[in-house]
Structure formats: structure tokens, C-alpha cells
């Protein structure tokens, strides 16, 4: 029986991307890396994530991408459809890492790295 392979979505040279896969990497669970920066931000799967999530966890306001818009592009994001087309043109302001845990279109999604809430999914998961 094979343990599917997370997908792990991002930008390589983001801190936080990097301790996700470090942990991934320290833990022995093999994962897929995409590349927002070289490989964009597939429309479906951020729709997926959407409606799983939400939209608004998926909105870095703290980033630096968030805080070099300008005012007006900041108030225009207010529901899924404002977020979504700000999101592909700038896909530094979605919030990283976003994980697709069974790397598959039904995976369950997470959004940042959060190494407890992450301890304590591999612990529920490695059961067996």
C-alpha cells in the first residue's frame, strides 16, 4: 500500500515554504513542489481551495506582495471572485504553503505552515 504524495504548493525561496519542506523532508514523506513563480497558480486548484478554505485564508496580507498594493487594488478584494483574479496576477500574495495532503483534486488542503497542527496530522495519519 502506497501513502500518497502531497503536493506542495509555493514559492522556493519563501522561509516558510522552505521549513514546510524541511519538515516534510525531516519526517521521510516524499512530496511534489509547484512552483507558483515558474509554473503559475492552476485556476482550478485554487478554486478547489476556495471551496474548501474559503478565500480569505488564502490572502497573505502580511506579505510584502500584499503591502506593495496599491490602496484601491487592496479594498477591491472582498469576496472569492476580487480574490481570486488578484491572486492569479500575483501569485506571491496567496499565503504559503498551501498542501494538498493526499496529492490528489480531493486532498485535504492546509494553508501555512503550522509545525504542531502538522506534528498532529502526521501522528493521526501514520497510524498502522
Known amino acids: 500500500m502506497s501513502t500518497p504524495t502531497p503536493i506542495v504548493y509555493g514559492i ?10 524541511a519538515w516534510l523532508a525531516a519526517h521521510g514523506i516524499d512530496h511534489r513542489f509547484h512552483d507558483f513563480k515558474k509554473q503559475g497558480v492552476p485556476a482550478e486548484r485554487l478554486a ?8 480569505e ?3 497573505n496580507r502580511q506579505g510584502t506582495t500584499w503591502r506593495r498594493l496599491d490602496p484601491a487594488a487592496q479594498a477591491g478584494v472582498h469576496d472569492a471572485a476580487t480574490a481570486a483574479a488578484l491572486l492569479q496576477e500575483h501569485p506571491s500574495a496567496i499565503k ?3 498542501v494538498e495532503w493526499t496529492g490528489e483534486a480531493s486532498a485535504e488542503v ?3 505552515f503550522q509545525e504542531a497542527r502538522w506534528n498532529e496530522r502526521r501522528s493521526g495519519s501514520s497510524k498502522g
Open 110 to 112: 492546509t494553508v501555512g
Open 96 to 98: 504559503r504553503p498551501v
Open 12 to 21: 522556493p525561496n519563501c522561509d516558510t515554504v522552505k521549513k514546510a519542506r
Open 48 to 55: 478547489a481551495w476556495m471551496a474548501s478554505l474559503g478565500w
Open 57 to 59: 485564508p488564502l490572502v
